[in-house]
T-cell receptor, first 114, second 113 residues
Framework: AQSVTQLDSQVPVFEEAPVELRCNYS??????LFWYVQYPNQGLQLLLK??????LVESINGFEAEFNKSQTSFHLRKPSVHISDTAEYFC????????????FGKGTSLLVTP | DAGVTQSPTHLIKTRGQHVTLRCSPI?????VSWYQQVLGQGPQFIFQ???????GRGNFPDRFSARQFPNYSSELNVNALLLGDSALYLC????????????FGNGTRLTVT
């Protein structure tokens, strides 16, 4: 079975500063990796995904994540955050042979202040 | 296009009762998955249905059951409710049973008293 560890439960950061949200996973088989964002009282929205190919994936709102197989990591980064990025961020792993059962981390709360 | 819709949005039940939660997937999506999100935690996988058949089940007791209808909508049923069943129940749809991204609804907030 795979597990997902999000190393920081809360990350406070000032507006326009860079941020990194860390995610490590463990799995013995090929995996698919995702970052989802959850705003208060809403469901999860897909931020970006790694399925195969280039290990650096980008979202339309400036976030990027890099799949590092040797370190089993998929850290999320943004060079300059906005107040509107305040939300809960979840890293998730799916196995290539499990259909579509995602295993989520416990989440990282990103709080952006002026 | 409408997204994934879930009903009701909020629900309060008493211990021992049963509950039915409903989900309509995005048009054209044949796979529906259910997740339980306890406050302060990440979502936990409960079920996946694809083409009206159960394709996966998480580590939940038999009190939890689900089904998918010919129009691909789905119901999640929970019997003999416990206080610990209080959570946000999320439904997600995808176009296939593989690695297509999940599209989540806004969830049903279940409170068991």
């Amino acid at each position: 079975a795979q597990s997902v560890t999000q190393l920081d439960s809360q990350v406070p950061v000032f507006e326009e500063a860079p941020v990194e949200l860390r995610c490590n996973y463990s799995s013995s088989v090929s995996v698919y990796l995702f970052w989802y964002v959850q705003y208060p009282n809403q469901g999860l929205q897909l931020l970006l995904k790694y399925l195969s190919g280039s290990t650096l994936v980008e979202s339309i709102n400036g976030f990027e994540a890099e799949f590092n197989k040797s370190q089993t990591s998929f850290h999320l980064r943004k060079p300059s955050v906005h107040i509107s990025d305040t939300a809960e961020y979840f890293c998730a792993v799916g196995r290539s042979n499990s259909g579509y059962a995602l295993n989520f981390g416990k989440g990282t709360s990103l709080l952006v202040t002026p | 296009d409408a997204g994934v819709t879930q009903s009701p949005t909020h629900l309060i039940k008493t211990r021992g009762q049963h509950v039915t939660l409903r989900c309509s997937p995005i048009s054209g999506h044949k796979s529906v998955s259910w997740y339980q999100q306890v406050l302060g935690q990440g979502p936990q996988f409960i079920f996946q249905y694809y083409e009206k058949e159960e394709r996966g089940r998480g580590n939940f007791p038999d009190r939890f059951s689900a089904r998918q209808f010919p129009n691909y909508s789905s119901e999640l049923n929970v019997n003999a409710l416990l206080l610990g069943d209080s959570a946000l129940y999320l439904c997600a749809s995808s176009s296939d049973r593989g690695n297509s991204p999940l599209h989540f609804g806004n969830g049903t907030r279940l409170t068991v008293t």
